[in-house]
């Protein structure tokens, strides 16, 4: 992180409280001073604006010749590139336009990543050649994270419905992610594979107002809708059941059966025998 407990001879680089990132001018430390990296941090020698010399954990010697001592620009540059930075954006107010209501809303998201330096000096450059804190990496990340969260978003809400946008997190996380990586290498900083979290959509409270009271009223019409069909089902039934009592009930009674005359003895026959009771002739 490049705090520096320095002498005349030797500088101790160790892990800074405050600073991710800092400098410190080599006008008063003598030739071929001991540079001490404890572990996680690295030291970045630079001359002239420009980076000489990188040094790791351990001990070693600063290249600092008469050339350098000249110059009289000479600065050690101390990083944590062990800490995990945890980084949270957002963005609002992105302009959605709801077809199925003719209504014009605003959209936003929140997002959660984690990232951490890979490359100090690229990363000491992009923020102005300055002493970095870690509210400075914050506030730097947050920014990038929310110009490119804001172009994606935009572009998907021109398609879609708001019933899909809700499932456009997974996706939308994905193509960000990607397009962070790179912009944050280029920046000497690595975002952490799979740690960029979109929370959910979240729109401005007239238009979320105005759609619960439309569905409200569409619910309402349903459940009329569904009563009306049901009584004119009912009214059906009670019909056709009326049409079949009548059908039973008006109908005349079949007439008794009447007795007979033998065609042979001329003899009236009772209704329903088989033959007549005088000759004996089958009826």
């Known amino acids: 992180m490049g705090i520096f407990s320095h002498k005349t001879k030797q500088i101790v680089i160790s892990i800074d409280p405050v600073y991710c990132i800092r400098s410190i001018p080599l006008d008063n430390i003598a030739y071929n001073a001991t540079v001490i990296v404890e572990t996680g941090c690295v030291g970045i020698?630079?001359?002239?604006?420009?980076?000489?010399?990188?040094?790791?954990?351990?001990?070693?010697?600063?290249?600092?010749?008469?050339?350098?001592?000249d110059i009289?620009?000479?600065?050690?540059?101390?990083?944590?590139?062990?800490?995990?930075?945890?980084?949270?954006?957002?963005?609002?107010?992105i302009p959605y336009h709801d077809?199925?209501?003719?209504?014009?809303?605003?959209?936003?998201?929140?997002?959660?990543m984690k990232v951490h330096i890979?490359?100090?000096?690229?990363?000491?450059?992009?923020?102005?050649?300055?002493?970095?804190?870690?509210?400075?990496?914050?506030?730097?990340?947050?920014?990038?994270?929310?110009t490119v969260l804001q172009a994606e978003l935009a572009k998907r809400l021109q398609y879609?419905?708001?019933e899909d946008i809700s499932t456009q997190a997974t996706k939308m996380a994905q193509k960000a992610e990607e397009q962070l990586q790179k912009?944050?290498?280029?920046?000497?900083?690595?975002?952490?594979?799979?740690?960029l979290v979109l929370g959910n959509f979240y729109f401005d409270e007239d238009y979320l107002e105005y759609r619960r009271r439309v569905q409200t009223a569409r619910g309402e019409a349903a459940i009329a809708k569904d009563e009306q069909a049901a009584k004119r089902e009912k009214d059906m039934a009670d019909l056709?059941?009326?049409?079949?009592?009548?059908?039973?009930?008006g109908r005349k009674p079949d007439a008794a059966p009447a007795d007979r005359k033998c065609?042979?003895?001329?003899?009236?026959?009772?209704?329903?025998?088989?033959?007549?009771?005088?000759?004996?002739k089958k009826m």
């Open 263 to 280: 065609p042979l003895c001329g003899m009236t026959v009772p209704a329903g025998a088989s033959v007549c009771p005088n000759c004996g």
């Open 240 to 249: 056709e059941a009326l049409s079949r009592a009548k059908e039973i009930f």
């Open 99 to 112: 077809d199925e209501l003719g209504m014009d809303a605003k959209v936003g998201i929140s997002a959660d």
């Open 45 to 69: 020698y630079v001359v002239n604006g420009r980076k000489s010399s990188t040094f790791r954990p351990g001990t070693a010697y600063m290249i600092n010749d008469k050339k350098d001592r």
């Open 160 to 162: 879609c419905t708001y």
């Open 183 to 195: 912009i944050f290498l280029e920046k000497g900083v690595e975002l952490v594979k799979g740690s």
């Open 118 to 146: 890979v490359n100090p000096w690229d990363f000491y450059v992009a923020l102005g050649n300055r002493d970095v804190t870690e509210k400075d990496v914050n506030d730097y990340l947050r920014g990038q994270c929310a």
């Open 72 to 93: 009289r620009s000479m600065v050690l540059i101390g990083a944590n590139v062990n800490k995990e930075f945890e980084v949270c954006s957002g963005i609002g107010g």
